[in-house]
């Protein structure tokens, strides 16, 4: 075996590789084989340095391919600081305006609410009657709660609860009789009386008086007509306006001028109707006049009839 092969354990020998030639290049004018070493500083074109650090043959390259820009793409510039004070900028901008509108709103809302032209309109003595009236309703109803404190105080007492609860349920006994008209009554109040003037009084004006007089506590109530006929005045009472100036009353056509008899504290129902805006000037923007007299025993004679019960029973 000659000395150009090896033995490669098949029996076969293996064929010996060329080696690189070491020595200068034969051919005329060749670059010396030193300098077109890409290891060799002294290949390397003048203005560039050599790196730092040989890498070795086993040294792994790594290539940060996030910073490539694929062909064609276009480049995103870097957001510096004059475009994150842009953003801010707009974005500040419409946070102001929204304040803005905001504030104009409230302020809007509060002139509106502030402003009340009824009381602003209102003089300060008919203020001074309706501070009044609240007081005075305000006493009354405090009366009633001691009232009914009391009598649940003699209620839950023995023998003398017995005798209390009796005289409780006789008394509100007439009390309901009152107010559902069976029963008359007698006590201080007003009169108060409609006159008509170019037009004649009409139902929802009476109806709005005999609810201002609710509100400022009156207890029991009829209305009479010009030719003495009275009719009670309770819940479930209406009012129509008839012909001729007429009023229909629980189906009763009573004739003018009209006359409202009512049980309760005088001075809180009169100034109740005399309230700016109210009763009595609304009928006298229509022409009329509304007379309020005090009644130091106003007698509501008239009865209503009582109602007949179709489907209820009481239980004993």
Do not use: C
């Amino acid at each position: 075996m000659s000395e150009e092969q090896s033995e490669t354990g098949t029996g076969w020998p293996q064929p010996a590789v060329p080696g690189r030639p070491t020595g200068p290049d034969p051919r005329p004018g060749a670059p010396d084989s030193d300098e077109m070493s890409p290891l060799s500083p002294q290949g390397e074109p003048p203005g560039r340095q050599s790196p730092p650090d040989e890498l070795d043959a086993g040294d792994a390259v790594t290539v940060d391919l996030s910073s490539v820009t694929p062909a064609g793409a276009e480049q995103t510039p870097p957001a510096g600081p004059a475009a994150v004070a842009r953003r801010f900028t707009s974005a500040g901008a419409m946070i102001a305006l929204l304040l803005g509108l905001l504030g104009f709103t409230l302020v809007v809302q509060l002139r509106t609410t502030s402003t009340d032209p009824t009381s602003a309109a209102t003089r300060q003595e008919d203020l001074v009657r309706i501070f009044s009236d609240l007081d005075s309703r305000e006493k009354r109803l405090r009366q009633d709660i001691e009232a009914l404190e009391e009598s649940q105080r003699q209620l839950r007492s023995g023998e003398q609860g017995r005798q209390a609860a009796l005289q409780e349920a006789t008394r509100r006994a007439d009390e309901l009789g009152i107010l559902a008209g069976t029963l008359p009554a007698r006590g201080p109040g007003l009169s108060v009386r409609f006159e008509a003037g170019s037009k004649p009084i009409s139902a929802y004006r009476v109806l709005d008086a005999v609810q201002e007089l609710r509100g400022a506590g009156a207890e029991a109530m009829q209305i009479s007509g010009g030719d003495g006929a009275a009719v009670r005045i309770i819940a479930s009472t209406y009012f129509l306006d008839g012909s001729g100036g007429d009023l229909v009353v629980d189906g009763r056509r009573l004739s003018g001028p009209f006359t409202i008899t009512v049980i309760g504290d005088p001075t809180t129902m009169a100034t109740a109707l005399k309230i700016p805006g109210g009763v009595a000037a609304s009928v006298a923007g229509d022409g009329g006049n509304v007379i309020v007299e005090d009644r130091e025993v106003a007698d509501v004679s008239a009865l209503h009839a009582p109602v007949k019960l179709e489907h209820a029973r009481p239980v004993s």
